[in-house]
Structures are given as structure tokens and as C-alpha cells.
């Protein structure tokens, strides 16, 4: 069974930094592309940042600049560090996993960052 462990979300004022991690644990045999996804009240979950096996990013227009995507290959861990927090980054942050020979999807259970004004 494969397990997506998010952690190191909180509370933060506006313009404050926190750093995500999401650990990948279980029957792994290949880790794909891997990223966080967010979801506030009343909106779709949207795409924040991908990182392909390769180590190749992607990012949404609203985090360029602020939010950084990287990778542990060896702990099988994505962290995201998010600077210059701004109130509409409050959401639950998924992390997300495609795993395998057919890179089936696997979500985290979220994890809760709210910035206050």
C-alpha cells in the first residue's frame, strides 16, 4: 500500500514563509512526476507546482517567484517552499504522486495553510 504523508502546514501572517513536505512510503517500484495541489473553500483544487522525474518544474502564474518545488529522490520526499505568503495562498495543500510502470495517481490527505492579513 502506498502512503503520501503531507506535513508543515500552519498558520503564517502575510509576507511569512512555510515549507511543505510530503513523504512517499510503501510499494514503490518508480516515482514519476510528483507535485502539490491546492484547494481553498468554494474553488476547484488547482495545480501550485509539478517536478518531473527529471527535475523539471512547472508552476502556477499566481507562485512564480515565491514558491519553490524540489525533490529528495532518495527519501522519496517533495517539499515545497513557499515565500512572500500572501491570503490568497489559504487553501489545503495536496501532495500528489504518479507512481508506477502507468503512473497511477496517488493524493495525500492535506495539509492546511492559512495566512493571515
Known amino acids: 500500500q502506498v502512503q503520501l504523508v503531507e506535513s508543515g502546514g500552519g498558520l503564517v501572517q502575510t509576507g511569512g514563509s512555510l515549507r511543505l513536505s510530503c513523504v512517499v512510503s510503501?510499494?514503490?517500484?518508480?516515482?514519476?512526476?510528483m507535485g502539490w495541489y491546492r484547494q481553498a473553500p468554494g474553488n476547484q483544487r488547482e495545480m501550485v507546482a509539478l517536478?518531473?522525474?527529471?527535475?523539471?518544474?512547472n508552476y502556477a502564474d499566481s507562485v512564480k517567484g515565491r514558491f519553490t518545488i524540489s525533490k529528495d529522490n532518495a527519501k522519496n520526499t517533495v517539499f515545497l517552499q513557499m515565500n512572500s505568503l500572501k491570503p490568497e495562498d489559504t487553501a489545503v495543500y495536496y501532495c500528489?504522486?504518479?507512481?508506477?510502470?502507468?503512473?497511477?495517481?496517488?493524493w495525500g490527505q492535506g495539509t492546511q495553510v492559512t495566512v493571515s492579513s
Open positions: 517536478i518531473t522525474s527529471g527535475g523539471s518544474t
Open positions: 510503501g510499494s514503490i517500484f518508480s516515482v514519476n512526476d
Open positions: 500528489n504522486a504518479l507512481l508506477g510502470k502507468y503512473a497511477r495517481s496517488w
